[in-house]
C-alpha cells in the first residue's frame, strides 16, 4: 500500500470501531451470523483482496445452484474479465458460451450441440461418434453402418480399394424414335415399342464410363453422332445386348459389347 492507501484504511477502520462503540453505549444490537470458519482479509501491494479460511465469495443475492462448500465464489450478475483465465478444472456452462477471440482447451467436451459461426481448426486427431452431417445432406456418415453419402463429385487423388462390390448407379428409361439421351448415371437399361434410333448426347469429363443395356425384344440402333464404334458405323442393341463406353474428348468411345440377344 501506498502511505495516503494506508492512512485511509485506519482512518475508516476508528471510524468503524468508534460506530460500533457508539452503538453499543446506546443498546443497539446487531443480529450475529451463522458460525463460520476464521478468515482473514489480507490487502495486496496493488489493492487485492484476498480470503483465507473455509469460507466463500458470494456477490448478489440470488441462489447458487451448485452448494457453496469453501473455497467457491457465486456472482449473481455479469462476470467480466479483462485478462487470461487460467481453469485447472472443470468448467460447466449452462447457458451459451461465447468467444469472440481464439479457445484453446487440450480436451473439449460437449453433452449438447455445439454450433461454430466460423472457421474450425483442429490440428489433431477428431473423434465423432454419432455420424456426420455437412451442408444438411450434401455428405452424411452415418452412425451405426459407417455408410457414406457424397451428394457431389468425389476426387481421390490416389489408389482407391473396395473390399466390397462397386455399384453404379443406373437410370431405366423408354426410348422413342429419334430421342436424344443425355447419360447422367453410369447403367442406361433401355426399353422401346419397337424398333428405333436414338442419339447419345456428347459427353463432358474424360474417363466417364457407360453402360448401355437393351430390355425388349427390339432393335435399338444408336446413330454414330458422338460415338466412335469398333467398326466405325452405328451400333445396334437386341434383347440382352450390352456395350460398354468411356469417354474421350466429348465423344462416348466403345470399349466392347456382349451380344447376348
Not at 471510524?15 to 462503540?21: F, R
Not at 455420424?131 to 455428405?139: E, M, N, P, R, S
Not at 433401355?190 to 469429363?205: F, H, S
Amino acid at each position: 500500500m501506498s502511505k495516503e492507501e494506508k492512512i485511509t484504511f485506519w482512518v475508516v477502520s476508528l471510524l468503524l470501531v468508534a460506530g460500533i462503540a457508539m452503538a453499543t453505549a446506546f443498546g443497539v444490537s446487531y443480529p450475529q451470523p451463522a458460525a463460520l470458519e476464521p478468515y482473514t482479509t489480507r490487502y495486496g501491494q496493488y489493492g487485492s483482496i484476498e480470503i483465507v479460511g473455509n469460507n466463500n465469495l458470494k456477490v448478489g443475492n440470488g441462489t447458487p445452484s451448485t452448494t457453496l462448500n469453501g473455497e467457491d465464489a457465486y456472482v449473481e450478475g455479469t462476470f467480466e474479465v479483462d485478462g487470461a483465465v487460467d481453469l485447472d478444472s472443470t468448467m460447466s456452462v449452462a447457458g451459451t458460451l461465447t468467444a469472440a477471440g481464439t479457445v484453446s482447451a487440450e480436451q473439449l467436451t460437449t453433452t449438447d450441440d455445439a454450433t461454430v459461426t466460423d472457421d474450425l481448426t483442429v490440428s489433431g486427431a477428431s473423434a465423432l461418434n454419432g455420424g456426420i452431417t455437412a451442408d444438411t445432406d450434401k455428405f452424411t456418415v452415418a452412425d451405426a453402418t459407417g455408410n457414406t453419402s457424397v451428394a457431389g463429385t468425389l476426387g481421390v487423388g490416389g489408389t482407391t480399394t473396395l473390399s466390397g462390390l462397386l455399384i453404379a448407379s443406373s437410370t431405366e428409361v423408354t426410348v422413342t424414335d429419334g430421342i436424344t439421351v443425355t447419360p447422367t448415371t453410369t447403367l442406361y437399361i433401355l426399353d422401346a415399342a419397337g424398333a428405333v434410333t436414338i442419339t447419345l448426347a456428347a459427353c463432358t469429363t474424360d474417363g466417364t464410363p457407360l453402360l448401355t443395356y437393351g430390355r425388349d425384344a427390339v432393335t435399338i440402333t444408336i446413330n454414330d453422332s458422338n460415338v466412335r464404334t469398333n467398326d466405325g458405323g452405328v451400333q445396334a442393341l437386341g434383347q440382352y445386348d450390352l456395350i460398354s463406353w468411356i469417354c474421350v474428348d466429348t465423344e462416348w468411345v466403345e470399349i466392347s459389347d456382349s451380344a447376348n440377344s
